[in-house]
């Protein structure tokens, strides 16, 4: 299996605080929106952001929760593999709010259809944009596209992207995987 870079630590951290500036125009003070990153991956992004507009921005009282899929994903009972899930944590009403769904790649879709699903059973919110760090353009299933996104890759055939964080793989950076 081969790797190549394609965003250091120091390239995700630009790209970062683009995104920020980005939901910053858009949502002002976020007085009636909500940061949800998508479990596992989603997550450790929607951190990330959280952190930057609480102490770059400060935006201290931004809402901000994770949201499990897994049971609401179309392959749930089709694979051998056992799907593990995660925790939840939405301490905050959706209803009318602005919600910007985060994760770290847009590949089919699929996961953020679950994740729209996932999220209904929070109430009902007045709008709801995506946030992606990559999106994989030419990998569509469904007619889904980010509202937000870092930066686009073509990734083709047997390559996937594989998006490492600090906290959790002990480095920012985003490789293109070949198998």
Known sequence: MSQKLLLSGKEINIILQRLACQLVE???DFQNSALIG??????FLAQRLYHILDKDYGLNALKFGKLDITFYRDDFRRGDK???ANETEIDFIVENKNVVLIDD???TGRSIRSALTALQSFGRPSKIELLTLIDRRFSRHLPI???YNGRKVDAINDEHV???WKENDGE????LMNN
Do not use: E, T, W
């Open 145 to 147: 596209q980010p509202d």
């Open 82 to 84: 056992m799907l593990k």
């Open 172 to 175: 920012d950076a985003i490789y």
């Open 105 to 107: 790649v847009l590949f």
């Open 162 to 164: 594989k998006v490492c």
């Open 38 to 43: 998508i479990q596992p991956r989603g997550s």
């Open 26 to 28: 858009n949502h002002k």
